[in-house]
DNA sequence: TGCATTGATGCGCGTCGTGCAAGTTTGATG
DNA sequence: CATCAAACTTGCACGACGCGCATCAATGCA
């Protein structure tokens, strides 16, 4: 997406970024194969060929390390959102959002699907994974806060960015519930509907 | 709410729920003196008298002991959205629910309201938090399911029990964001208010 | 080339979290 | 009431964790 640009940074921030990513990859990798649980923080460094000590001036924990790969996608996601028309409303811009990253299918959404598989699989890293929705909530709701151009104490922004992010994980879980084929047509359809139910309003009545 | 039914439980089970209450509040104490950083399971086992070991039987973190209270206000909330009459919708029985509760003004709910100051001021404990949310999210959409009498694969619960959630935990961290009288009244506008969007619908555009 | 900044690494220490094997309390049974 | 099995508590030990600190190496700049 945004990479690789020559100036932008010198040999030192890459080398930083590139012992970041070698100690995702590792850590996604090694969770993938062993289980998170036979997962040791000095096994990480030593698959990415870094000392042990250094790890922990990128993550604080080996769950850190591991869901540090949803925190590159929900970043990808906001910034797709951020650049749709301002014509688009809220839920238009986000929805057409999502389409653009799920129909990406590069390395980054292959490995955001992998977490989450693991994740799904591994309730332990639920927390963490919530922690990094969080963090990008606040960055979201910021972004939603522009394009409506609420004011400054209004609880919309927070809330939309609330519900919107929740949704998408709710459908994402129910998605590779069973055993699916990694049809991104079928999630497409569920994420237009869950959206379609966050603008009808979500009261309702005993049928 | 509902204690000390007599012969509900035996000595044994009533001497689990004390150690595990003494536990959490002695947790609860020591990290709002202390700050959560400076404390150590050894304390809060000796501040409750119990043995360092037996406190593992109970909660796996010292984070998971101070955060344990807010996972009871939010079993007594739950328990009375489900006592709501059946003929008030899904986001008016909740709106009553939040209302009860914030009326009670009983020990459960002050120590809520400290656990959630605490929270405020100490972002580490955030994913906690979050985590326990989102364990009773499950117990809440399934509520929300027999309410409205959904079908089993719908998405509608989760998303409303995710969204009502999150929209109460914003309302309230705002509220409490600058310095404030605790004003249940004005906590309860706000409650209203955030239902009110909910119920309109999440989508916008630019005015 | 010399120098200041910043990251990488090794070391040490206190804490964490848990399996294991006792000892103790509880509730049930005859 | 005596006895027993299940469940709970506790101490012990051990590996892993997370970080402060000091040191070395790489980088960027004048």
Redesign the interface.
Known sequence: MSHDAAPLMGRRERKKQATRAALREAALRLAIRDGVENLTVERIADEADIALRTFFNYFSSKEEAVVATVSSAAEALIAEFRARP?TE????AFREAVLVILNESDDANRHYLAVVRLIHRTPSL???Q??VL?AQEKALAEAIRE???AAE?S??P???A???L??LR??VN?WLEPEREPSAALLGR?VD??IA???????????
């Open positions: 301002r409303s809220v839920l238009r639920v927390p963490q919530l922690a969080a394009r409506v151009d104490g609880v919309y927070a809330v939309c609330s519900a919107v929740a949704a709710i459908v129910q569920e509907l869950v139910e966050l603008a009808a309003g979500l009261d309702r009545q005993r049928s």
